[in-house]
């Protein structure tokens, strides 16, 4: 009994509960809508919530992080569906894309999320935010074309369609699902700035839609009542007809294993971006175990191949909701997947009185919380050597997509290590003794190939009859290219009667083999 409690404080169930009906609220129209827009059943979205919060939930070490479907990923699920020729032989994609991961967890190969810099992941929340704020705006006006899920974010500003798509929201306005939005964030933000113990013990999200449904209530059978495109939508005996994969294909169709990498590394990436970002925002500064979340994932990732559903990740969006929610352990990631499993079973007629608006007065809470001014603030005082990478990674990834910004930003952040690796790691001082010059270079901690000009140039420039001497010895680190660099001078420079003098750097043969 100690044991248990050392690892889950019992005064915890009060904050992952809530946490998890908090994230369950955000996370039922996210997932019906990724399997829309990715051309796959309903259910296919929805049991791949309900995996990523019950099963990835239990086998997975981070605290946080909540998973399942993805946007980032309906293109290639979609694009995979088309080219394999139907859902079931995608499923043996999904399986492979599994295995692929279970495979980089098991030879740990997880630390790669530690290279990306903390500039990028910020810019990436940053971004998320921004995508977040712009594709709920429609659903708080009461717009009832829900197509948010499959358009990107600058084409609502391309010349072509800037003002179709405005006249399009204006034409769709709805007057109860912008009052609804209004009065929503009014209670969210209350709410979450009040000091009332008593206040707190109920999730403001929850809160949030009731207020919705009343409201709708209310308005039942009035011109002001919300059509039923403005409200949750879960069709009756939505699991009645799950596909399952089609194994007679396995070795045949060569097309599902390719896909099924691809699958695996591109959600391989966004988990590890998104335990990244989570554990960045976790109060408590713990370190989510990268080999053990693969392996969390791939184990998600098989079962949803084998049970019908789409492929899933570790979502930044439901991660930052539960974060946002007092979170405190991985019970919230399971209440939601049981959440989402319970009230598809029993209760679908009550989730489908929701109206679209409370949800995204949630989101578009969650998305300021992660784009608020704030952080630029500060991510500006810190420099334009973080700032710009930072920057950068927020408008690509609006105008193309996560995997793509992240990616640029990360070349950015490269670039300026170069750059600053260029700079001289070495100081020259001269002084001169019976009108013998003589030269001292101390090395820094540490000198790599990119020193390799200047320091050549910097020999070069001592005089003839001088003296030198090449102090290493405080040197963490000294590249090999540096050491022959300083060998070769060693060995020629009593052509130029210069007398060298080596302290802590090592000799090499530098003879030629070619």
Same mark, same amino acid.
């Given at each position: 009994?100690?044991?248990?409690?050392?690892?889950?404080?019992?005064?915890?169930?009060?904050?992952?509960?809530?946490?998890?009906?908090?994230?369950?609220?955000?996370?039922?129209?996210?997932?019906?809508?990724?399997? @829309?827009?990715?051309?796959?059943?309903?259910?296919?979205?929805?049991?791949?919530?309900?995996?990523?919060?019950?099963? *990835?939930?239990? *086998?997975?070490?981070?605290?946080?992080?909540?998973?399942?479907?993805?946007?980032?990923?309906?293109?290639?699920?979609?694009?995979?569906?088309?080219?394999?020729?139907?859902?079931? *032989?995608?499923?043996?994609?999904?399986?492979?894309?599994? @295995?692929?991961?279970?495979?980089?967890?098991?030879?740990?190969?997880?630390?790669?999320?530690?290279?990306?810099?903390?500039?990028?992941?910020?810019?990436?929340?940053?971004?998320?935010?921004?995508?977040?704020?712009?594709?709920?705006?429609?659903?708080?006006?009461?717009?009832?074309?829900?197509?948010?899920?499959?358009?990107?974010?600058? +084409?609502?500003?391309?010349?072509?369609?800037?003002?179709?798509?405005?006249?399009?929201?204006?034409?769709?306005?709805?007057?109860?699902?912008?009052?609804?939005?209004?009065?929503?964030?009014?209670?969210?933000?209350?709410?979450?700035?009040?000091?009332?113990?008593?206040?707190?013990?109920?999730?403001?999200?929850?809160?949030?839609?009731?207020?919705?449904? *009343?409201?709708?209530?209310?308005?039942?059978?009035?011109?002001?009542?919300?059509?039923?495109?403005?409200?949750?939508?879960?069709?009756?005996?939505?699991?009645?007809?799950?596909?399952?994969?089609?194994?007679?294909?396995?070795?045949?169709?060569? $097309?599902?294993?390719?896909?099924?990498?691809?699958?695996?590394?591109? /959600?391989?990436?966004?988990?590890?971006?998104?335990?990244?970002?989570?554990?960045?925002?976790?109060?408590?500064?713990?370190? !989510? #175990?990268?080999?053990?979340?693969?392996?969390?994932?791939?184990?998600?990732?098989?079962?949803?191949?084998?049970?019908?559903?789409?492929?899933?990740?570790?979502?930044?969006?439901?991660?930052? /909701?539960?974060?946002?929610?007092?979170?405190?352990?991985?019970?919230?990631?399971? !209440?939601?997947?049981?959440?989402? @499993?319970?009230?598809?079973?029993?209760?679908?007629?009550?989730?489908?009185?929701? #109206?679209?608006?409370?949800?995204?007065?949630?989101?578009?809470?969650?998305?300021?919380?992660? !784009?608020?001014?704030?952080?630029?603030?500060?991510?500006?005082?810190?420099?334009?050597?973080?700032?710009?990478?930072?920057?950068?990674?927020?408008?690509?990834?609006?105008?193309?997509?996560?995997?793509?910004?992240?990616?640029?930003?990360?070349?950015?952040?490269?670039?300026?290590?170069?750059?600053?690796?260029?700079?001289?790691?070495?100081?020259?001082?001269?002084?001169?003794?019976?009108?013998?010059?003589?030269?001292?270079?101390?090395?820094?901690?540490?000198?790599?190939?990119?020193?390799?000009?200047?320091?050549?140039?910097?020999? $070069?420039?001592?005089?003839?009859?001088?003296?030198?001497?090449?102090?290493?010895?405080?040197?963490?680190?000294?590249?090999?290219?540096?050491?022959?660099?300083?060998?070769?001078?060693?060995?020629?420079?009593? $052509?130029?009667?210069? +007398?060298? !003098?080596?302290?802590?750097?090592?000799?090499?043969?530098?003879?030629?083999?070619?």
């Amino acid at each position: 009994m100690k044991r248990s409690i050392r690892y889950y404080r019992i005064m915890w169930l009060k904050h992952d509960l809530p946490a998890g009906l908090s994230v369950f609220l955000v996370a039922l129209p996210l997932c019906l809508g990724i399997a @829309l827009a990715s051309g796959a059943p309903l259910y296919a979205g929805l049991l791949s919530g309900i995996i990523g919060g019950m099963v *990835v939930g239990l *086998v997975s070490g981070s605290q946080l992080a909540v998973s399942g479907p993805a946007a980032g990923l309906t293109t290639l699920v979609s694009t995979s569906i088309i080219s394999l020729g139907g859902f079931q *032989v995608f499923l043996l994609a999904v399986v492979v894309a599994g @295995l692929f991961q279970i495979l980089l967890g098991v030879f740990k190969l997880g630390s790669i999320g530690n290279y990306f810099p903390s500039s990028v992941i910020k810019g990436m929340l940053a971004a998320i935010g921004v995508i977040l704020i712009s594709k709920q705006i429609p659903l708080a006006l009461g717009y009832d074309r829900p197509d948010f899920w499959t358009s990107g974010f600058m +084409q609502l500003f391309e010349s072509k369609n800037v003002l179709g798509n405005f006249a399009e929201l204006n034409h769709h306005l709805t007057t109860t699902a912008l009052v609804i939005t209004i009065v929503s964030i009014a209670a969210m933000s209350f709410l979450q700035r009040s000091k009332s113990a008593k206040l707190k013990l109920i999730p403001a999200p929850l809160i949030v839609v009731l207020i919705g449904v *009343v409201i709708n209530m209310i308005l039942s059978g009035s011109l002001f009542e919300l059509g039923s495109s403005q409200l949750v939508n879960i069709p009756p005996g939505v699991f009645k007809s799950i596909s399952f994969p089609d194994f007679q294909k396995m070795f045949v169709v060569t $097309e599902i294993w390719k896909d099924g990498i691809v699958i695996g590394l591109l /959600a391989t990436l966004e988990t590890l971006l998104c335990i990244e970002a989570i554990d960045k925002l976790d109060r408590r500064n713990r370190i !989510t #175990p990268v080999n053990r979340e693969l392996v969390a994932q791939g184990v998600g990732n098989l079962f949803c191949g084998l049970l019908g559903a789409i492929p899933m990740t570790a979502v930044v969006v439901r991660g930052a /909701a539960n974060v946002d929610a007092g979170a405190r352990t991985k019970l919230s990631a399971f !209440t939601h997947g049981l959440f989402l @499993l319970l009230a598809v079973l029993l209760v679908p007629s009550l989730l489908n009185k929701i #109206p679209y608006a409370s949800l995204a007065s949630i989101l578009l809470v969650t998305g300021y919380n992660l !784009t608020k001014p704030k952080l630029y603030r500060n991510m500006w005082s810190l420099g334009w050597k973080q700032f710009l990478p930072f920057l950068i990674t927020i408008f690509v990834i609006l105008a193309t997509d996560l995997l793509v910004g992240v990616s640029i930003g990360l070349l950015i952040s490269v670039y300026f290590i170069i750059q600053t690796n260029f700079k001289t790691e070495y100081k020259i001082n001269k002084s001169t003794l019976n009108g013998i010059d003589s030269y001292f270079i101390k090395l820094n901690s540490t000198v790599t190939f990119l020193n390799k000009v200047k320091l050549r140039k910097a020999l $070069e420039e001592i005089p003839d009859y001088s003296e030198l001497i090449i102090d290493g010895s405080e040197c963490h680190f000294i590249d090999y290219d540096i050491l022959e660099i300083v060998s070769e001078y060693h060995a020629k420079a009593h $052509e130029r009667h210069v +007398q060298v !003098t080596l302290k802590g750097v090592e000799k090499v043969n530098v003879t030629a083999i070619h």
